[in-house]
């Protein structure tokens, strides 16, 4: 059996933990704990919601709007921070493997969205061998319609920078959208959803094929 997002993130944590400067690692573990303590925030999307239709350039710069996506049954959508997110990485190549087989019996598409420009998103879905669709979200504006994008705090934007990450380079902005998973219908309703505080958790496949199975008619 393939290991969990679960399992894979914890070897990561373990792994980093030792790899990373003392000063930087502190950071992120405090960063960290302060999401798994905190509440999702207010007006965070929601099962039930109706997402007004959007249009987003894929990893070519084709333009791609949700209509298309919902058009001949559920769209999983994923909300990830970039390629440069280690965790991103796993969750995404485990989709690839484990829930892309998934989709074909619920009629389902895939598709990934981060902040990063199609040249970057491009960069992501060769290295990771994505099929499905990978696109971008600038300024993470549609995800702030969402409710789901933070800030990450001066301190840990020092701390990724001495590591060489500057987001507002990479990601032409500092404003993430928190690890998140929505299944709507074809009536953009959603039926799942699902949002992570703590980057370093994830939806796992099962979760998402079981509510591909229980979402009801799109």
Same mark, same amino acid.
């Not at 389902?108 to 669709?133: H, M, Y």
């Not at 929505?182 to 979760?207: K, M, N, P, W």
């Given at each position: 059996?393939?290991?969990?997002?679960?399992?894979?993130?914890?070897?990561?944590?373990?792994?980093?933990?030792?790899?990373?400067?003392?000063?930087?690692?502190?950071?992120?573990?405090?960063?960290?704990?302060?999401?798994?303590?905190?509440?999702?925030?207010?007006?965070?999307?929601? =099962?039930?919601?109706?997402?007004? +239709?959007? @249009?987003?350039?894929?990893? @070519?710069?084709?333009?791609?709007?949700?209509?298309?996506?919902?058009?001949?049954?559920?769209? $999983?959508?994923?909300?990830?921070?970039?390629?440069?997110?280690?965790?991103?990485?796993? =969750?995404?190549? @485990?989709?690839?493997?484990?829930?892309?087989?998934?989709?074909?019996?619920?009629?389902?598409?895939?598709?990934?969205?981060?902040?990063?420009?199609? %040249?970057?998103?491009? #960069?992501?879905?060769?290295?990771?061998?994505?099929?499905?669709?990978?696109?971008?979200?600038?300024?993470?504006?549609?995800?702030?319609?969402?409710?789901?994008?933070? @800030?990450?705090? %001066?301190?840990?934007?020092?701390?990724?920078?001495?590591?060489?990450? +500057?987001?507002?380079?990479?990601?032409?902005?500092?404003?993430?959208?928190?690890?998140?998973?929505?299944?709507?219908? #074809?009536?953009?309703? $959603?039926?799942?959803?699902?949002?992570?505080? %703590?980057?370093?958790?994830?939806?796992?496949?099962? %979760?998402?094929?079981?509510?591909?199975?229980?979402?009801?008619?799109?």
């Amino acid at each position: 059996m393939s290991a969990t997002i679960e399992q894979q993130a914890k070897e990561l944590s373990a792994a980093s933990a030792s790899q990373l400067p003392p000063e930087a690692a502190a950071v992120f573990g405090a960063e960290q704990q302060h999401w798994r303590e905190q509440s999702l925030p207010d007006g965070i999307v929601r =099962a039930g919601d109706r997402i007004e +239709d959007f @249009t987003l350039p894929d990893a @070519t710069g084709a333009p791609v709007s949700l209509g298309e996506l919902v058009a001949d049954g559920p769209a $999983v959508i994923v909300f990830y921070r970039g390629g440069w997110c280690p965790y991103c990485n796993i =969750a995404l190549r @485990t989709y690839q493997t484990e829930l892309v087989p998934e989709l074909e019996r619920y009629g389902a598409k895939l598709v990934a969205i981060s902040p990063q420009q199609p %040249d970057q998103s491009l #960069s992501t879905k060769e290295k990771a061998e994505l099929t499905f669709a990978v696109l971008s979200d600038p300024g993470s504006k549609f995800a702030s319609t969402l409710g789901i994008v933070f @800030t990450p705090t %001066d301190e840990v934007l020092a701390a990724q920078r001495t590591l060489g990450l +500057d987001l507002a380079q990479v990601n032409e902005t500092v404003e993430l959208p928190m690890p998140t998973v929505l299944i709507l219908g #074809s009536d953009r309703v $959603v039926r799942f959803a699902d949002t992570h505080a %703590d980057y370093t958790t994830r939806t796992e496949v099962s %979760d998402i094929v079981a509510a591909l199975a229980t979402a009801g008619p799109s």
